[in-house]
């Protein structure tokens, strides 16, 4: 198992509303990415932070934003959830901006009724 | 952008047996390949990957190869076992910017007693 914790495990929300997932990266890892996976198809790319910056950002809208902490922890925020925004939140940490590997926590169910 | 294709989408194989998966990638400029294997209500985990600068790489029962030229790579599996038995998901990345993994659509394999 990777040192990627994600919380909470499973959120149910109703449209609208607003969420905030979290993710704390391996220890020695300063880069996290973002990723949607709906059911049945691989993971899709929102966006990375490296060193509290965006790094670069998936086909995903505005109402999609993160933060990344000096720590290296990170934030994913979802506004205005849709019903399509139910999915799998997984993020992965790589231990430098120029690293390949990238290890994945458990990930966050999100559920929007 | 990359875009990814992955074939078979559901693979059923005997134990014992091999079995491949393949992958193509449309960006000449991608130049890392991993593999990643999640069992149900788990997390992506890396299982191996491959750089641009080789053309085959193997650890134990599994190894995967990459064409450059024909722009594919494909997942081995041999001797296989029931624990073998998870989705596989074949992804591509480069060096520029963010390091966004682009993941295929997932192989469900499945390993027979």
């Known amino acids: 198992e990777t040192g990627v914790t994600q919380s909470p495990t499973h959120l149910i929300k109703t449209r609208g509303q607003q969420v905030t997932l979290r993710c704390s990266s391996q220890s020695g890892h300063n880069t996290v990415s973002w990723y949607q996976q709906a059911l049945g198809q691989g993971p899709q790319f929102i966006f990375q932070?490296?060193?509290?910056?965006?790094?670069g950002r998936g086909n995903f809208p505005p109402r999609f934003s993160g933060l990344q902490f000096p720590n290296y922890s990170s934030e994913l925020n979802v506004n205005a959830l849709e019903l399509d925004d139910s999915a799998l939140y997984l993020c992965?940490?790589?231990?430098?901006?120029?690293?390949?590997?990238?290890?994945f926590g458990p990930g966050t169910r999100l559920t929007v009724t | 952008g990359e875009n990814v294709e992955q074939h078979p989408s559901t693979l059923s194989v005997q134990e014992g047996d091999s079995a491949v998966i393949k992958c193509t990638y449309s960006?000449?400029?991608?130049?890392?390949f991993p593999w990643y294997k999640q069992e149900l209500g788990k997390r992506p985990q890396l299982i191996i990957d491959i750089r641009s600068n080789v053309g085959e790489k193997k650890d134990q029962r599994i190894a995967v190869t990459l064409n450059k030229t024909a722009k594919h790579f494909s997942l081995h599996i041999t001797e296989t076992q029931p624990e073998d038995s998870a989705v596989y998901f074949c992804a591509a990345s480069k060096n520029q910017g963010a390091q966004k993994l682009v993941f295929g659509q997932g192989t469900r394999l499945t390993i027979n007693p």
């Open positions: 992965a940490s790589s231990i430098e901006m120029g690293a390949y590997e990238q290890y």
């Open positions: 932070y490296y060193r509290e910056e965006e790094n």
């Open positions: 960006d000449s400029a991608s130049n890392y």
